[in-house]
C-alpha cells in the first residue's frame, strides 16, 4: 500500500469515528498529491459541514463539480447548506459528542434501514449523525421523528410490523441517525429491552418474517440456522394474540378495581 492508499484509509476511518479535525487534516494531505481528486473534496466539503464551516463546505463542493459536473452528491450537499444558512440556526453538530463505538452491529438486536415517506427537506437539512430519534407508532407504521417531534420519515412495512408487535409485548428500541441527506435517511436501530412473552424471539432475524410461527403458537423457536418464512396469515395470528393478551391484561385490571370498589363498600 503506497503513502496516498494508507492517508485515504485513515482518512475514512477518521470520518466515520466523526473526528472532523483529522478527517480535514488527512484529505488536505491527500489534495497536495492530487489536486483534482473528486472524492478528497467531497470528503473535505462533508467534514466542514459538520463542524458548520458553510463556506468551506461549499468550497469544496463546488470544487467537486468543476472535476465532475454531475456530482449529483454535491448538489444535494449544496442545497443542504443553502436550507441551514437559511434557517439561521445554530448546527446542533457542535454541541455533540459523537460515540465511534454507536453503529456496532449485534445479529438479531441491530438493524440497519433507509426511511421511507421522508419529511420536508428544512427538518432533514439539520439532521445530523448520531443524532438520537424517537420511533413512535401510528396506525400501521413506525414513524422516525426527531425528540421535538418533527417528523423524518416512515420506517418499511416489514420492519414497522414487526416492531409495532415487539413494542406491544413491551420491547423497547434505541434509534440513531446513522446517514441523511436531502433525499436519503438511514437509522440505526438497537434493541435496549426485550418483552418477556416474546424473550426467545429475534427482534431483527435476516428474514422480517421469520420466527412468527412460533410466535403465535408460544413455543420456544428451534436453534436452527434455517428457520420457515411466514405467511401474513400469520402474522395476523400473531397480532391477534399480543392484541388479546392486552385487552385481557386490561380486563383483570378493572376487575380488581371493581373488587377493591366492593370491598370499600362492605367496609362502609
Not at 15 to 33: F, G, P, T, V, Y
Not at 47 to 56: C, F, I, M, S
Request: net charge negative; proline share 3%; aromatic share 6%.
Amino acid at each position: 500500500m503506497d503513502e496516498f492508499e494508507q492517508l485515504e484509509t485513515q482518512a475514512v476511518e477518521a470520518a466515520i469515528e466523526a473526528d472532523w479535525e483529522k478527517a480535514i487534516s488527512l484529505n488536505l494531505r491527500l489534495m497536495e498529491h492530487d489536486k483534482k481528486n473528486e472524492q478528497v473534496m467531497l470528503r473535505l466539503g462533508f467534514a466542514y459541514l459538520q463542524k458548520a464551516e458553510y463556506e468551506l463546505a461549499k468550497k469544496f463542493y463546488h470544487k467537486a463539480l468543476r472535476i465532475q459536473p454531475k456530482q449529483a452528491v454535491a448538489r444535494q450537499y449544496l442545497e443542504r447548506i443553502e436550507i441551514l444558512e437559511q434557517g439561521k440556526l445554530e448546527p446542533q453538530t457542535t454541541k455533540q459528542t459523537f460515540n465511534p463505538g454507536l453503529f456496532i452491529e449485534s445479529t438479531g438486536k441491530t438493524k440497519c434501514t433507509p426511511l421511507s415517506n421522508l419529511g420536508q427537506k428544512q427538518i432533514l437539512a439539520h439532521l445530523y449523525i448520531g443524532e438520537k430519534i424517537n420511533l413512535k407508532i401510528k396506525k400501521r407504521r413506525v414513524e422516525a421523528r426527531a425528540e421535538n417531534e418533527d417528523y423524518i420519515g416512515t420506517l418499511p412495512d416489514d420492519i414497522s410490523k414487526r416492531l409495532i408487535l415487539f413494542i406491544k409485548a413491551k420491547s423497547t428500541y434505541s434509534a440513531y441517525i446513522k446517514d441523511a441527506t436531502l433525499t436519503k435517511v438511514i437509522i440505526f436501530i438497537r434493541e435496549e429491552k426485550k418483552g418477556k412473552s416474546i424473550n426467545h424471539h429475534i427482534s431483527f432475524p435476516l428474514n422480517m418474517q421469520k420466527n412468527i410461527v412460533q410466535l403465535s403458537s408460544g413455543t420456544q423457536p428451534e436453534q436452527t440456522d434455517e428457520q420457515t418464512e411466514d405467511t401474513e396469515d400469520e402474522m395476523d395470528d400473531w397480532e391477534k394474540i399480543v392484541t388479546n393478551v392486552g385487552e385481557e391484561k386490561e380486563e383483570m385490571i378493572d376487575i380488581q378495581k371493581e373488587d377493591l370498589n366492593d370491598e370499600e363498600e362492605d367496609e362502609e
